[in-house]
Structure formats: C-alpha cells, structure tokens
T-cell receptor, first 115, second 113 residues
Framework: AQSVTQLGSHVSVSEGALVLLRCNYSSSVPPYLFWYVQYPNQGLQLLLKYTSAATLVKGINGFEAEFKKSETSFHLTKPSAHMSDAAEYFCAVSRAGSQGGKLIFGQGTELSVKP | NAGVTQTPKFQVLKTGQSMTLQCAQDMNHEYMSWYRQDPGMGLRLIHYSVGAGITDQGEVPNGYNVSRSTTEDFPLRLLSAAPSQTSVYFC????????????FGAGSRLTVL
C-alpha cells in the first residue's frame, strides 16, 4: 500500500530564509508525486509534480522538489521565503498507471513566515 | 471561470439528518473525487468516479453515498449524519491518468451537532 509521511506538522521560518518541507513516501511501484498548497479558507492548488522525467522538478512561486529514489523522499524547497508563502502544504502520491489518479495525501505541514 | 464548484460552503446538521453536498465541474474531466480534511490527518479519499455511471470507494467511505449520472456532477450524500462527519469536504476533478493534476473546489464546511 502507498503512504506518505510529512515530517513536522508545523514549520516556521524567517522571511528570506530557506524553506525545507520534508516528504517521504512508500510505494511498491514507481510513483507519481505531487506537492499542493492550501491558502486559508481555499481549496488546494498544485505547486509541482514528479512523473519520472527529471528528478529535480521546478514549480510555481519559486518552489522546487527533488525526487530521491534511494531515500524515498520528495522534499520541497524554496531558497528565500516570502510572507505570501504562509500556507499549508501537502505532499501526495499516486501509483503510475493507477485508475483515475487516486491521490494519497500526507498529513500536511503548516508553514509560518516571520517578518 | 472554469473549475470545480461546491455547494453549500457551510452547513450545520443535527445528528441523524441527511443532506447532499453538490459538486459540479465544467472541464469535461473524467475523474472526480471527494475528500475530507481533518486536522492532522491530511485529506482522505471518500469516494471517486472515473466516468458517468462508475463509482468506487476510497479510504473512508462509510456513511457516505455517491452517484455519477453525468460527467459534470458528482454529489456526495450523507445518509444519517454523525458528529464524526464534522469536517471540511473537498471535491476534485481531473483527467483519468495516474499523473493527472487534480483541480479542487473551495470546500464545504460541515458541522454535525
């Protein structure tokens, strides 16, 4: 069975500091991996996705993530945090070839950005 | 604007009442799904559909019913509401593919007293 673990339910950084949100997955077959962001009182929006092409994936708003098969990780990073990055971030996995692209989500990480 | 529309945005029910959360998309997506979001638990899949007339259970289907009579609509029915169903519900749609990107609705916040 697939699963996703996000380390740290809450991460706080200063404006301009590096953002690192951790995600580890388990999957018996090559997965597709996603990062979604949820701003307060809104639905989820896609930040980026990995579908077995380049292992370093660039997304919107300066975010990127690197797929590391040996570590079963897909950590999200951004070199310099901005106040507008404050939100909840979800890592998700689906199985390559799965019907309908069912996503399994991690527990979420709330990012706070201090001025 | 194209997207996923959910109604109502807020609803308060008493235990034992029934209701339907509506979801409609205008992107001609084959795949539609319902998730519930609870603090510390992320989003959990309730039911999903890969096309009109085809539905299947997700991770937490008990107490919920769905049908898909058209491509556009995917309502979620609570048969007899329980306090454990207090949650925020999200409908999502996408192309039928393991790599598909889901488009989410804005959510429906349900409180069961």
């Amino acid at each position: 069975a697939q699963s996703v673990t996000q380390l740290g339910s809450h991460v706080s950084v200063s404006e301009g500091a590096l953002v690192l949100l951790r995600c580890n997955y388990s999957s018996s077959v090559p997965p597709y991996l996603f990062w979604y962001v949820q701003y307060p009182n809104q639905g989820l929006q896609l930040l980026l996705k990995y579908t077995s092409a380049a292992t370093l994936v660039k997304g919107i708003n300066g975010f990127e993530a690197e797929f590391k098969k040996s570590e079963t990780s897909f950590h999200l990073t951004k070199p310099s945090a901005h106040m507008s990055d404050a939100a909840e971030y979800f890592c998700a996995v689906s199985r390559a070839g799965s019907q309908g692209g069912k996503l399994i989500f991690g527990q979420g990480t709330e990012l706070s950005v201090k001025p | 604007n194209a997207g996923v529309t959910q109604t109502p945005k807020f609803q308060v029910l008493k235990t034992g009442q029934s209701m339907t959360l509506q979801c409609a998309q205008d992107m001609n997506h084959e795949y539609m799904s319902w998730y519930r979001q609870d603090p510390g638990m992320g989003l959990r899949l309730i039911h999903y559909s890969v096309g009109a007339g085809i539905t299947d259970q997700g991770e937490v289907p008990n107490g919920y019913n769905v049908s898909r009579s058209t491509t556009e609509d995917f309502p979620l029915r609570l048969l007899s509401a329980a306090p454990s169903q207090t949650s925020v519900y999200f409908c999502a749609s996408g192309r039928e593919s393991g790599a598909n990107v889901l488009t989410f609705g804005a959510g429906s916040r349900l409180t069961v007293l």
